[in-house]
């Protein structure tokens, strides 16, 4: 059994740039959620995907936007970037969108915005 | 707006001592509370989760305390030991998040051997 990956683990892009970010889930989930962790911050929920479908959003502008694929994988795209999206991405895999069932994390994507 | 506070940035214990990781919350709404242990380079893995209807959770050494009137929960770590040393984030759910989680700052525990 796999866990959560990541891709790429660190970026540098420039402001006003695009970037995509990928996460494979584990094994047998069907929800990924992302998050977003400025330094010296906890996890910030972007939005999660339950079956391809966005299933929650978090105080994020619509330029975060995301897809689910049928194998449940996950990209995070962020257009126009800006300095204070230089953060550490992460997403985590779980069964259904259900909160108590146990979240599983990749190690997570560096982005840096110059 | 934060949600969910953990005060103390860092905190450093003995080998053998007790840590405590405390965790306080504003939103009366959360009903479910949940410990992560984070080392550097790898995601966040839970830890142990406690439900509003309870007031203690153990598993092995980590006791997790809900003090619902006091809006504050903790971490009871009992013996500590060096591999314990990591960054634990407390979170939080509840029936009025929908599917987001509240993640505290963070509390950098150093286990001295």
């Known amino acids: 059994e796999t866990g959560v990956t990541q891709s790429p683990t660190h970026l540098i892009k420039t402001r006003g740039q695009q970037v995509t970010l990928r996460c494979s889930s584990q094994?047998?989930?069907?929800?990924v959620s992302w998050y977003q962790q400025a330094l010296g911050q906890g996890p910030q929920f972007i939005f999660q995907?339950?079956?391809?479908?966005?299933?929650g959003r978090g105080n994020f502008p619509p330029r975060f936007s995301g897809l689910q694929f049928p194998n449940y994988s996950s990209e995070l795209n962020v257009n126009a970037l800006e300095l204070d999206d230089s953060a550490l991405y992460l997403c985590?895999?779980?069964?259904?969108?259900?909160?108590?069932?146990?979240?599983?994390f990749g190690p997570g994507t560096r982005l840096t915005v110059l | 707006d934060q949600q969910v506070k953990q005060n103390s940035p860092s905190l450093s214990v003995q080998e053998g001592r007790i840590s405590i990781l405390n965790c306080d919350y504003t939103?009366?709404?959360?009903?479910?509370f949940l410990w992560y242990k984070k080392y550097p380079a790898e995601g966040p893995t839970f830890l142990i989760s406690?439900?509003?209807?309870?007031d203690k959770n153990e598993d092995g050494r980590f006791t997790v305390f809900l003090n619902k009137s006091a809006k504050h929960l903790s971490l009871h770590i009992v013996p500590s030991q060096p591999g314990d040393s990591a960054v634990y984030f407390c979170?939080?759910?509840?029936?009025?998040?929908?599917?987001?989680?509240?993640f505290g700052t963070g509390t950098s525990l150093t286990v001295i051997p």
């Open positions: 985590a895999s779980s069964w259904s969108g259900f909160p108590r069932n146990e979240q599983f």
């Open positions: 094994s047998g989930h069907n929800t």
């Open positions: 995907y339950y079956r391809e479908e966005e299933n």
């Open positions: 939103n009366s709404m959360f009903d479910y």
């Open positions: 406690i439900s509003s209807i309870k």
């Open positions: 979170a939080a759910w509840g029936l009025n998040t929908g599917n987001q989680f509240y």
